[in-house]
Structures are given as structure tokens and as C-alpha cells.
């Protein structure tokens, strides 16, 4: 299989305008990502998939990989869609570009999967960690998602599911870490898929494959790491880089 990696970066996100270009330990968090995830030596190739040219300059002056996107996108899988439309892969990897923290044994179980699905069954892959403290599973800048026995997907959102009407039922939690793993297909067929309701009012693009049938196999990881959402959590991330 050859396995590629596609950073989506905005320049202006919405909860914290301009984070990717933030100092992180003498790096922006944008470069701070792509080089943890071309550390991860899984890839044959890493881009930073971007609508911002002071990003793609940031990438390419410092030797990496950037893509400028042609198109408006309303989501980071569409960005990555039109970038590899017409590049030879049959997995693309999604690391967000609020994830400096990015590592290598996390991004090889999520590959994992894929080796012995021999009838394509899986369409993606993703991360979950488990959270117990209960102000981060209220916190709807945390996504948290829901799995089956054979940890697919049931459902993603920002309210704390399942909810805790009997405190005692053994209920866990899973924080959906931003990283995903798409069969070519499953991701350029999300390009053409119409967004619904439930993605529209969580604003949670994966939800849209959940609506249109495709499975998303669930990975547990015990690393949490830090995606930069707030000033916060850039705060947050400079202590832990320290």
C-alpha cells in the first residue's frame, strides 16, 4: 500500500484566528506538526494542504511540502480531496494542523487496520483516548464519539455521550483525537456528498460518513497529547513542549 500524509491548514479558524502561525517553542505549530509528522517515517510523502499563502510560504522556506488549495472548502477532508485526486495512493492520512504533538505509535495502529481488511470493509480509521476528567467531557471544544463491540463508529459529538442518567452503568468516555486514515475512495467520495443536518449542527465533518453509510473503525490510544483549539491550549502545549 502506499501511504501518504495531508495536513488541511487554515489560516483563519474560527475559535483562534491565526494558531497555526503561534510561536511553539521557537517553531509555529503548523511547522512544529508537519516535521512530527514526517518524523513518524510512515509516509511516502507529507504535504501541508493550506488556503493561506503565509502558511505555505512557512512550509516551504523551512524545506517541507506544501499544497495551495484551487477551491473555497468548508472542511478539511474536502481540502485534502482535491489535493489528491490525481496523486497514486490508496491511504491518505489526515493529521490535523493544530496537532504538534503528532507520533508515531498512535499513526501505525490506525494503519494497522488496514492490513487485514482484504475486502475494504473499513472506509477510514480514526483515534479515540479515553477522559475521565468531567469538565473536558462537558467541554464541546472536546469531540468525543461512541463505538460498537468491534469499535466502529456509532456517532461523534461535542454534548458528553453517552449521557450519565445512571452514573453507575460503567459508561466510558472517548475523546476523538483529530486524525484520520481514508481509503482514497471513501475520502474523494466525501467531496460529492451534500452535508446533512446532524454534521451541519454539530459542526463535526466525520459525522457526514457516518450519514451516508460509510464505517469508520475506531482506534484506542493511551496518548493525549494536545490539539490547539484555544489560547489555552497553546499555553498548555508550550508547558508540555518545555
Same mark, same amino acid.
Given at each position: 500500500?502506499?501511504?501518504?500524509?495531508?495536513? &488541511?491548514?487554515?489560516?483563519?479558524?474560527?475559535?483562534?484566528?491565526?494558531?497555526?502561525?503561534k510561536?511553539?517553542?521557537?517553531?509555529?505549530?503548523?511547522?512544529?506538526? !508537519?516535521?512530527?509528522?514526517?518524523a513518524?517515517?510512515?509516509?511516502?510523502?507529507?504535504?501541508?494542504?493550506?488556503?493561506?499563502?503565509? *502558511? !505555505?510560504?512557512?512550509?516551504?522556506?523551512?524545506?517541507?511540502?506544501?499544497?495551495?488549495?484551487?477551491?473555497?472548502?468548508?472542511?478539511?477532508?474536502?481540502?485534502?480531496?482535491e489535493?489528491?485526486?490525481?496523486?497514486?495512493?490508496?491511504?491518505?492520512?489526515?493529521?490535523?494542523?493544530?496537532?504538534?504533538?503528532?507520533?508515531?505509535?498512535?499513526?501505525?495502529?490506525?494503519?494497522?487496520? $488496514?492490513?487485514?481488511? !482484504?475486502?475494504?470493509? *473499513?472506509?477510514?480509521?480514526?483515534?479515540?483516548?479515553?477522559?475521565?476528567?468531567?469538565?473536558?467531557?462537558?467541554?464541546?471544544?472536546?469531540?468525543?464519539? *461512541?463505538?460498537?463491540?468491534?469499535?466502529?463508529a456509532?456517532?461523534?459529538?461535542?454534548?458528553?455521550?453517552?449521557? &450519565?442518567?445512571d452514573?453507575?452503568?460503567?459508561?466510558? !468516555?472517548?475523546?476523538?483525537?483529530?486524525?484520520?486514515? $481514508?481509503?482514497?475512495?471513501?475520502?474523494?467520495?466525501?467531496?460529492?456528498?451534500?452535508?446533512?443536518?446532524?454534521?451541519?449542527?454539530?459542526k463535526?465533518?466525520?459525522?457526514?460518513?457516518?450519514?451516508?453509510?460509510?464505517?469508520?473503525?475506531?482506534?484506542?490510544?493511551?496518548?493525549?497529547?494536545?490539539?490547539?483549539d484555544? &489560547?489555552?491550549?497553546?499555553?498548555?502545549?508550550?508547558?508540555?513542549?518545555?
Open positions: 500500500m502506499k501511504i501518504i500524509s495531508m495536513i &488541511p491548514a487554515r489560516y483563519s479558524a474560527s475559535r483562534f484566528p491565526g494558531k497555526l502561525m510561536n511553539l517553542g521557537g517553531k509555529s505549530v503548523i511547522l512544529r506538526t !508537519y516535521e512530527a509528522t514526517v513518524t517515517d510512515l509516509f511516502s510523502e507529507v504535504y501541508v494542504v493550506t488556503d493561506s499563502t503565509i *502558511i !505555505y510560504d512557512e512550509i516551504v522556506k523551512n524545506g517541507g511540502k506544501a499544497l495551495l488549495s484551487k477551491k473555497e472548502h468548508h472542511s478539511g477532508s474536502d481540502r485534502i480531496a489535493a489528491v485526486e490525481n496523486v497514486d495512493c490508496d491511504i491518505v492520512v489526515n493529521v490535523q494542523g493544530d496537532e504538534p504533538f503528532t507520533e508515531r505509535e498512535s499513526l501505525f495502529k490506525v494503519l494497522e487496520v $488496514f492490513k487485514d481488511d !482484504y475486502q475494504k470493509n *473499513i472506509d477510514l480509521a480514526s483515534l479515540m483516548v479515553e477522559i475521565k476528567d468531567w469538565n473536558e467531557i462537558k467541554d464541546p471544544n472536546t469531540v468525543k464519539v *461512541i463505538v460498537d463491540q468491534n469499535n466502529y456509532l456517532y461523534f459529538s461535542r454534548s458528553p455521550i453517552p449521557f &450519565p442518567r452514573k453507575d452503568a460503567g459508561a466510558r !468516555y472517548f475523546k476523538h483525537k483529530g486524525i484520520y486514515a $481514508f481509503r482514497k475512495q471513501a475520502l474523494l467520495d466525501f467531496s460529492t456528498l451534500p452535508m446533512q443536518f446532524l454534521e451541519a449542527t454539530e463535526i465533518e466525520c459525522i457526514r460518513y457516518l450519514e451516508y453509510g460509510k464505517r469508520i473503525k475506531m482506534v484506542e490510544t493511551t496518548i493525549q497529547g494536545v490539539e490547539i484555544t &489560547p489555552e491550549d497553546l499555553e498548555k502545549a508550550k508547558r508540555l513542549w518545555k
